[in-house]
């Protein structure tokens, strides 16, 4: 693990300590190391064929290509380059409609997916039902977590796709993935899950775990923002999608348009710094969760931890405050960087889909906060940020 942190993550003793790391995470320098040729010297088109600028390019995608397989468990020539998870999610469920419809244009479809989805999930699935196919937006135990029975009972004939997300991105609650492939190698249905926040994070073999369809994203592993991936099982079985953007013929006909090559670079890089450094990063991570909840237990009495206390993320932490409003005490918060929300939404204030999705009222979800742990957190800030919730609730 690097001892060098990167600028605006240092903390000294009136700086403000980040917590957000779901949302997104500073790019490592040995990242920005790696990318930083590719926009000054080698900034070739990698679609160049005829010149060394372009081989140049294009070997350094063949192995960022690689890198990320790596981490994963698949083949390089199952990954295919994107402009980040949400556009992955919405990849995967629009590209295989188009693909079925072109197949058998009158067959019914059915897809299955949980009521505590990602957005790109959530809304992509509803402007499919719109388009005539029947969604199931199947509910989870109190922890959040997808239960293999409901799943079970709501197969139908013509289900052709489940989606599931693995880690939640608000809670943390890790869902039985494998088991779930399982279930639907069993029906012959294709599994997709958004694996945004377990990629790099905890354990992740599509191969050997029977996944067909997997996003994630560069900046939630100390890559760029602008990038991500989608795993496509290429065998056993071929999973055939359309694309969603044509053009150029770019990454094999898939995702046409010049390919973002220091970006690309560095979420390869990044994903092969967590490869090499995911049982030490886990095991820190998983200690200073743990941490962190004894000190907002002692600091905060009446604390309650939102999602499963133990099948949950290594470093998320979502918990509910005993009737404090988070946007009573926001002004005293200023010096650290938490969520009261999904990461990924406009600012505005509402009321967080996944929290109700638990069983939580609107007041218990507009007491809850957010607090996610990354490479450079250290014990003496979550001390600091615990006495710094402390004193906010007691004024």
């Known amino acids: 693990m690097s001892s060098e942190r990167p600028m605006g993550t240092t903390l000294q003793q009136d700086s403000a300590i980040y917590l957000d790391y779901n949302a997104t995470t500073p790019v490592d320098p040995r990242v920005f190391a790696a990318m930083e040729p590719y926009f000054k010297d080698l900034f070739g088109n990698p679609a160049s064929a005829g010149h060394h600028w372009g081989w140049v390019a294009e070997n350094a995608i063949g192995k960022a290509r690689t890198q990320v397989a790596s981490l994963i468990g698949a083949r390089p020539l199952e990954i295919t380059f994107t402009g980040g998870a949400t556009e992955s999610n919405n990849w ?14 009158t067959a019914p479809i059915h897809f299955i997916t949980s009521q505590i989805e990602h957005s790109s999930i959530m809304k992509a699935m509803a402007a499919v039902q719109k388009q005539g196919v029947e969604v199931d937006f199947l509910p989870v135990n109190k922890y959040g977590q997808v239960e293999l029975e409901t799943i079970k009972k709501a197969i139908k004939p013509h289900t052709k796709l489940m989606s599931f997300i693995w880690v939640n991105n608000e809670i943390g609650s890790i869902n039985p993935i494998p088991e779930i ?215």
């Open 92 to 105: 995967v469920i629009f590209g295989l409609l188009s693909k079925l419809r072109e197949e058998n244009p």
């Open 181 to 395: 492939a399982h279930i639907a190698r069993e029906h012959q249905i294709y599994l997709h899950t958004d694996a945004t926040q377990a990629a790099g994070k905890i354990p992740v073999n599509v191969t050997d775990m029977g996944i067909d369809l997997m996003s994630f994203s560069g900046h939630k592993i100390y890559g760029p923002k602008g990038v991500g991936a989608l795993y496509i099982r290429g065998k056993d079985p071929k999973v055939q999608l359309n694309p969603l953007i044509y053009g150029g013929g770019q990454e094999r006909g898939l995702r046409s348009g010049t390919v973002n090559v220091p970006a690309v670079v560095g979420f390869g890089v990044a994903c092969e710094i967590c490869q090499q450094n995911l049982t030490a990063e886990t095991q820190h991570m998983t200690e200073l969760r743990n941490f962190l909840w004894q000190q907002l237990q002692e600091a905060i009495p009446g604390v309650h931890l939102n999602g499963h206390p133990t099948e949950r993320s290594p470093a998320n932490l979502n918990i509910t405050l005993p009737g404090i409003k988070t946007e009573q005490i926001l002004p005293r918060l200023q010096k650290l960087g938490v969520s009261t929300g999904s990461a990924c939404g406009t600012g505005a204030m509402v009321v967080s889909h996944v929290l109700r999705g638990l069983g939580l009222s609107t007041d218990e979800v507009q007491c809850s906060l957010r607090l996610s742990l990354g490479r450079w957190t250290t014990q003496e800030e979550l001390t600091k940020a615990a006495q710094i919730l402390k004193n906010a609730i007691n004024k």
